[in-house]
């Protein structure tokens, strides 16, 4: 009986033996398959880098898409891309931070593109709706004037940046004066009621918070703080439209709309 017991342990010893030799010649053949993979895939990967049809030849294989008052060649020729230049060197993530830099855009998204080559390249302008103009205090401790340009939402943008587009761009009629702090928050809806205001405004003076002026087709217009009352009182100033037909402009100093159920006409 002992006999066979051991006979019997023998042989699956054995069995086993040769199970672990079947195992470690798979695993040194798949090593194998993975080592010539890997080398083929390397070697693939920079056969395709060197070939030529995956070299940006020329600007017309950058694709510009989402804008509207800024050109997709000027665009183009602030990248600073040498060509030919290989696809796959070229770094997205720095090619955004560059439009950023460099033109009024918010928001850009670069990707490559493999078949045909190139680039495209997704951009969200800032529309200019207003120029802004302020005294900022140096790091000498000088005052001198910042001009920038603002957009519907309040962002803030310094003029140079428009100078690549100026050619293309008419700059916005509406001037606003003051330190930018005091109307961003706000700044999105006054715009608006601004926008839709039939009588024409010409600029936005807040270097006063407790008396907002306004420079319009009519003269100078006293608004007092911001407040809610904003829509009445350019309601009020629309009703008075037809003010140049009992009374010459330039003999009126200014308007005190600060109530505007009772304007005032102030005159020199």
Do not use: C
Not at 131 to 145: D, F, H, I, Y
Not at 238 to 249: F, G, I, N, S, Y
């Amino acid at each position: 009986m002992a006999h066979g017991i051991t006979r019997v342990s023998r042989t699956r010893l054995a069995q086993r033996r040769q199970q672990l030799r079947q195992q470690r010649r798979v695993r040194a053949v798949q090593g194998g398959w993975r080592v010539i993979a890997v080398s083929a895939l390397a070697g693939g990967s920079l056969w395709l880098v060197t070939l030529p049809d995956w070299l940006i030849r020329k600007p017309e294989q950058i694709v510009i898409e989402g804008n509207q008052f800024i050109p997709s060649h000027t665009i183009r020729s602030l990248l600073s891309v040498h060509y030919p230049q290989s696809l796959l060197r070229l770094q997205p993530d720095a090619i955004a931070r560059e439009l950023k830099t460099k033109t009024p855009i918010s928001e850009v998204r670069v990707n490559r593109r493999l078949f045909p080559p190139g680039l495209n390249i997704q951009v969200q302008e800032r529309y200019p709706v207003a120029l802004t103009e302020s005294l900022v205090t140096t790091a000498a401790g000088t005052q001198t004037t910042e001009v920038g340009v603002l957009d519907g939402n309040g962002m803030w943008t310094p003029l140079e940046q428009y100078n690549a587009v100026k050619q293309t761009l008419k700059l916005p009629p509406l001037k606003v004066i003051g330190h930018r702090s005091t109307y961003q928050g706000y700044w999105p809806k006054m715009y608006e009621m601004l926008r839709r205001s039939p009588v024409k405004i010409f600029e936005l003076n807040l270097e006063n918070p407790a008396n907002l002026i306004l420079k319009t087709e009519l003269g100078t217009i006293y608004l007092g703080p911001f407040s809610p009352h904003l829509q009445a009182q350019l309601t009020a100033l629309d009703l008075m439209r037809k003010l140049p037909e009992r009374v010459q402009l330039h003999e009126i100093a200014y308007i005190d709309l600060r109530n505007p159920s009772a304007p005032i006409i102030q005159m020199h």
